[in-house]
């Protein structure tokens, strides 16, 4: 493609092997079929979040007047951890990003006047009453409609949140999972997300189930350590450069990294994060995703039952080792 509004050098360089997500327009049907099939589409012309097209942060500062929820990181990787597991975890736990409520304008003048060694930002806070009357309205403005039709005829669960992204340029989400199933809409700037199917679980190694890193890879895509995570030489995902109007359907249990490019400025995105339908009919073989979630289901029955997560993997390798594999 030659029209792209980017350059190869605002993408951080990976040792991975990327494939392109297909884009296509709403109304082909093809769009459906990657849907209920789960497989990653990026689509073009829905207008789902149209009506937030004049978000930008001097529109957003003056609309929104509450504190809300601004990740700090000491680096430009903003690696989740969820609070809860920090106490049960026996390993000790250091995070490297802290989570604080600020007002929108302080959040704006921390990142017009950002200086290199300074902690980046990643503003990520739920759309609920709090984010005040304006913006409610452009929410309720959003292609519902369109949506809807994907959650009904997809037999999905009831939409659990909208998220508001602001990111400065170059900022990390690094590589994890989540268990919903995500239309993440571009509003302003462009975020390269990288996937890959939860069939890769192999080769990206995610923290274990009681740690507070659940769902997010180990390995360190900047510099992989291959002698403890060997298979992720052999990683294989798929990419795209998300643009303003566009939207990625993130199926349920697929690995996700997202960076917002270097030099890009700062970026805008939305996501809408539906619950997973009714199991119904169990089909044999299992779909990968579905044997992800049984996996999480034993270390959790293990780690409760045990009542020490240091004895988990021992017991899960005395289980293995010699028995289903020399
Ligand atoms: C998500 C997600 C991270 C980001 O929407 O599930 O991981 O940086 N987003 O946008
Ligand atoms: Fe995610």
Not at 171 to 184: G, M
Not at 226 to 231: G, I, Q, S
Not at 283 to 307: C, F, G, H, S, T
């Given at each position: 493609?030659?029209?792209?509004?980017y350059?190869?050098?605002?993408?951080?360089?990976?040792?991975?092997?990327?494939?392109?997500?297909?884009?296509?327009?709403?109304?082909?049907?093809?769009?459906?079929e990657?849907?209920?099939?789960?497989e990653?589409?990026?689509?073009?012309?829905?207008?789902?979040?149209?009506?937030?097209?004049?978000?930008?942060?001097?529109?957003?500062?003056?609309?929104?007047?509450?504190?809300?929820?601004?990740?700090?990181s000491?680096?430009?990787?903003?690696?989740?951890?969820?609070?809860?597991?920090?106490?049960?975890?026996k390993?000790?736990?250091?995070?490297?990003?802290?989570?604080?409520?600020m007002?929108?304008?302080?959040?704006?003048d921390?990142?017009?006047?950002?200086?290199?060694?300074?902690?980046?930002l990643?503003?990520?806070?739920?759309?609920?009453?709090?984010v005040?009357?304006?913006?409610v309205?452009?929410?309720?403005?959003?292609?519902?409609?369109?949506?809807?039709?994907?959650?009904?005829?997809?037999?999905?669960?009831?939409?659990?949140?909208?998220?508001?992204?602001?990111?400065?340029?170059?900022?990390?989400?690094?590589?994890?999972?989540d268990?919903?199933?995500?239309?993440?809409?571009?509003?302003?700037?462009?975020?390269?997300?990288?996937?890959?199917?939860?069939?890769?679980f192999?080769?990206?190694?995610p923290?274990?189930?009681?740690h507070?890193y659940?769902?997010?890879?180990?390995?360190?895509?900047?510099?992989p350590?291959?002698?403890?995570f060997?298979n992720?030489?052999?990683?294989?995902?798929?990419?795209?450069?998300?643009?303003?109007?566009?939207?990625?359907?993130?199926?349920?249990?697929?690995?996700?990294?997202?960076?917002?490019?270097?030099?890009?400025?700062?970026?805008?995105?939305?996501?809408?994060w539906?619950?997973?339908?009714?199991?119904?009919?169990?089909?044999?073989?299992?779909?990968?995703?579905?044997?992800?979630?049984?996996?999480?289901?034993v270390?959790?029955?293990?780690n409760?039952?045990?009542?020490?997560?240091?004895?988990?993997?021992?017991?899960?390798?005395?289980?293995?080792?010699?028995r289903?594999?020399?």
């Amino acid at each position: 493609m030659s029209s792209n509004h980017y350059s190869e050098n605002q993408l951080r360089k990976y040792s991975l092997k990327l494939d392109k997500i297909p884009k296509l327009n709403y109304n082909d049907p093809k769009v459906d079929e990657y849907i209920s099939s789960n497989e990653p589409v990026v689509i073009q012309g829905c207008d789902l979040v149209a009506s937030a097209n004049s978000w930008d942060l001097d529109y957003l500062k003056r609309k929104m007047m509450g504190k809300y929820t601004v990740i700090l990181s000491q680096n430009h990787k903003f690696k989740y951890h969820d609070e809860k597991k920090i106490q049960s975890c026996k390993t000790d736990f250091k995070p490297t990003t802290r989570r604080v409520q600020m007002k929108f304008s302080e959040f704006v003048d921390k990142i017009k006047n950002w200086k290199k060694n300074d902690e980046r930002l990643y503003l990520q806070q739920v759309l609920d009453n709090s984010v005040g009357i304006s913006i409610v309205q452009d929410f309720v403005k959003f292609n519902w409609n369109w949506i809807t039709e994907k959650q009904i005829k997809n037999n999905w669960g009831s939409l659990t949140s909208n998220l508001l992204l602001v990111s400065m340029e170059g900022n990390v989400t690094p590589c994890h999972y989540d268990e919903q199933q995500n239309f993440y809409a571009q509003v302003k700037g462009y975020k390269r997300i990288i996937l890959f199917r939860p069939s890769q679980f192999k080769c990206l190694y995610p923290h274990p189930v009681y740690h507070p890193y659940d769902r997010q890879s180990q390995v360190d895509f900047e510099k992989p350590d291959y002698n403890r995570f060997p298979n992720f030489k052999d990683a294989c995902g798929f990419e795209t450069v998300l643009e303003p109007g566009e939207v990625l359907y993130i199926p349920m249990y697929w690995f996700h990294h997202v960076e917002s490019l270097l030099r890009g400025g700062y970026t805008i995105s939305i996501n809408f994060w539906y619950k997973a339908g009714p199991t119904g009919q169990i089909v044999y073989p299992l779909k990968d995703y579905q044997k992800v979630a049984i996996m999480r289901n034993v270390e959790k029955m293990l780690n409760d039952a045990l009542r020490d997560s240091t004895e988990v993997g021992t017991l899960l390798k005395t289980i293995v080792d010699g028995r289903y594999f020399e």
